[in-house]
């Protein structure tokens, strides 16, 4: 029990990052490479580490200090909403929990229930079936000549923008210059853009794990999550039987390969989008 408890707190310490609060206030290298950053630190003396520790402790407690009133409950959604939006980052609805407002005239929230290991292990391939080698042109069938592909649909974000999954593949992999996409803030931008980014070339991202990719990032991303989780049932049934198998499977192929030349900064927090459901 010791040791568990010991493991979470160290999970939480790890989510503040204190790590990087110590770094802040350590010695930098005069005139020396990049890579040879611990350089300084080598040159450190006694005197200089206790400053350093010293100045980092009163930046760590004040970090700790926020952790906990985040625990206690001290911290309520209403500041963080405030924050947020007074940072003019927008909102985005796919983070509220479920109330009662988003099931008016549908059905109520889904109880969230927590899956096994042996599904897991299962895969993608388990759950969805197996993807079409034909990757690109599966891809494109699946938005463009399914029975859901010019069936508009409403977002439940993104300023609860319409279009159609025939739509979004013309905005991601032909758009038209000049034409008004669905959505208030969202550009057209050349596919090719993207498949010359340093980092799709580091990753060896194919173009049709780009394209996956950025189709989930845009208002697509309802309909390949209501094929994964089978609910809310209205957006299930706007698949019309379309569980864009390939599309799914090539953007779960990116993300991996991403994962493995981009770590994410130590001060970002990441969030579940959780609407709809209720928390076991």
Known sequence: EDMLITIQLKAWANTLGLARALAQHLQRPEGEKEKDALAGLAKMTDAEVDAACAAACQDIAAMVKSGVRVLAGKVTDTNYTNDYEAS??????????????????????????FGKLEHFYKGLDWHLGLPNPDVMRAMQ?????????????????????????????????????GKAYPGKVRKAEPLDKFLSHPMVQKANLSKAEVVGMRLYTGPMYQKYNASLRGFPSWDVEDLKGNRYVTTIHAIVSGVVKLSRVWRMPEMRKLYRGLRGCKLP
């Open 88 to 113: 003019g980052a927008g909102h985005s609805s796919k983070y509220d929990m479920w109330d009662e407002d988003w099931s008016k005239g549908a059905e109520s929230a889904v109880q969230a229930q």
């Open 141 to 177: 069938d699946e938005h463009t000549k399914r029975q859901d592909s010019e069936v508009e649909f409403v977002t439940h974000n993104y300023g609860s923008t319409t279009t159609s999954p025939s739509q979004e593949w013309e905005f991601v992999c032909e758009p038209i210059s």
